[in-house]
């Protein structure tokens, strides 16, 4: 089975912090990407990675910077955090392979509190 | 991108078949249909997807009829563990690269003994 993992299911940070969200997936998987979940917005994308060093914005980049230097790990940085950051992170992974379903697999996510 | 309406809330009762209707009437002819379910405090995870017709599996049906503007999910005799948001997608398959996923505010179901 596909393991994501993320560094900490409760966060809080105070504002202006640097925050840094870790992902590491097991499955040797190429693409990956970070969401955000609020109540009512369903998920939006941060950002994905395609490849190691490789990063791609998505939706609502801004506030956000993304690290991926091994193909298993890609870290979600909150340069200096804010109280409309709060919210529940999750970053999910998924093959890049053109068979199958090319299903992404979750991880439990993370809920970061800025105050 | 294709975008997905589905209802906001369903209430159902255990024992009942559950179908949750999604339409995309923009879908695009590489497009597949995905659907997420996501249980509280926890990631989203893939339930099922298909192309046309009606794919099966061990949770769920699709249903997809031949002009493929909609679709239906259908969960037969629900419990209490099936208490979840359901998101309907609609995306091309990865071709090396990726697939983007828009998840919508999904369909709250609500089952109740």
């Known amino acids: 089975d596909v393991k994501v993992t993320q560094s900490s299911r409760y966060l809080v940070k105070r504002t202006g912090e640097k925050v840094f969200l870790e992902c590491v997936q097991d499955?040797?998987?190429?693409?990956m990407f970070w969401y955000r979940q609020d109540p009512g917005l369903g998920l939006r994308l941060i950002y994905f990675?395609?490849?190691?060093?490789?990063?791609e914005k998505g939706d609502i980049p801004e506030g956000y910077s993304v690290s991926r230097e091994k193909k298993e790990r890609f870290s979600l940085i909150l340069e200096s955090a804010s109280t409309n950051q709060t919210s529940m992170y999750l970053c999910?992974?998924?093959?890049?392979?053109?068979?199958?379903?090319?299903?992404?697999?979750f991880g439990p996510g993370t809920r970061l509190t800025v105050l | 991108l294709a975008k997905t309406t589905q209802p906001i809330s369903m209430d159902s009762y255990e024992g009942q078949e559950v179908n949750i209707t999604c339409s995309h009437n923009?879908?695009?002819?590489?497009?597949?249909i995905t659907w997420y379910q996501q249980f509280p405090s926890q990631g989203p995870r893939f339930i099922i997807q298909?192309?046309?017709t009606k794919v099966t599996n061990e949770v769920a049906s699709l249903f997809i009829p031949a002009d493929r503007k909609s679709s239906t999910l259908s969960l037969p005799r629900v419990s209490l563990s099936d208490t979840a948001v359901y998101y309907c997608?609609?995306?091309?398959?990865?071709?090396?690269?990726?697939?983007?996923?828009?998840f919508g505010a999904g369909t709250r179901l609500a089952v109740h003994p």
């Open positions: 990675s395609y490849d190691v060093k490789m990063k």
């Open positions: 298909g192309y046309k």
């Open positions: 999910a992974s998924q093959t890049a392979g053109t068979s199958g379903y090319n299903e992404q697999f």
């Open positions: 499955m040797d998987h190429e693409n």
């Open positions: 923009n879908i695009a002819t590489n497009d597949y």
């Open positions: 997608l609609v995306g091309e398959r990865g071709q090396g690269g990726y697939n983007k996923l828009i």
